[in-house]
């Protein structure tokens, strides 16, 4: 080899060397800056999402028109969160957006601070609805004693389930899909606004399937979608999200358990 030859190689291994850190930086890029764990996020799975969310919904409704007692309520409330595990399951296996499953400490400081908050507003809200101050919230009770199926009904559904599989669906699957899509077309701000404002209004329309929702019920999921979907864009991890959702659902159940107390 001649020394023109060893000069050469000399040369291009610095450039190979800068090529090969450049795709491991590429690989590193979070899913909200366009990285890799987010590429095959696009309109199949949200069509696929969306599929599988209408079918856990109508059964759901075939389920509680059929068995309306507490053991049908149960399965209707399974069959819709089956229609949003599916979607989860699929999404993850396909890849895990890079930054989407870390905790931080700050986390649990915003699931804290945003839940208490977000109750208080709807608390004011409920307050405007009624003209009024309203007494504290309630539970039905069988001889002054709590149905036997309340823990799950009413505390281990809305307190853990409903907040984890509510918010992975939309704030994870579907914000995540809806987001990396508007962003190869729009930008990152641009595609934020609208993966939030979509995902808000999928999210308040799930909640007026069981029945019509009062102004001040809708006013209050909005704030709640708002809230958790601009969390998971802004920190783009989704743990806030799902303890602010928690924290929102059980502060109504401690008020619920204590007017029940009261009453």
């Not at 450039?15 to 930086?25: L, Q, V, W």
């Not at 690989?27 to 987010?38: A, D, K, N």
């Not at 853990?160 to 990152?188: D, H, K, N, Q, T």
């Amino acid at each position: 080899m001649t020394s023109s030859d060893t000069a050469a190689c000399e040369v291009a291994a610095p450039d190979e060397k800068g090529a090969s850190r450049g795709r491991a930086r590429s690989r590193r890029r979070l899913w909200f800056e366009g990285g890799s764990s987010v590429q095959r996020w696009g309109y199949d799975l949200l069509g696929w999402a969306m599929i599988s969310f209408a079918i856990g919904t109508l059964a759901s409704a075939a389920i509680h028109a059929a068995a309306p007692t507490p053991a049908g309520r149960t399965l209707a409330a399974v069959a819709v969160w089956a229609g949003m595990l599916a979607p989860i399951v699929l999404a993850l296996r396909r890849s895990r957006p890079r930054g989407l499953l870390r905790l931080r400490g700050v986390d649990i400081l915003y699931g804290v601070v945003l839940g208490v908050s977000l109750r208080v507003c709807q608390g004011w809200l409920d307050q405007a609805a009624a003209g009024g101050v309203t007494p504290f919230p309630a539970y039905p009770t069988i001889d002054g004693a709590l149905p036997a199926s309340w823990w799950f009904g009413d505390l281990l559904a809305p307190v853990v389930i409903s907040p984890v599989l509510e918010e992975f669906f939309f704030r994870a699957v579907l914000l995540i899909a809806i987001y990396s899509v508007a962003r190869r077309a729009l930008g990152g701000a641009v595609a934020g606004f609208v993966a939030v404002i979509t995902t808000t209004g999928l999210f308040v329309v799930a909640h007026t399937l069981s029945g019509a929702l009062a102004w001040d019920d809708a006013a209050a999921y909005t704030l709640v979608g708002l809230t958790c979907g601009l969390l998971v864009v802004l920190t783009g991890r989704i743990w806030g999200a799902v303890l602010t959702h928690a924290i929102f659902n059980a502060s109504w159940v401690a008020l619920a358990t204590v007017g029940t107390l009261l009453a």
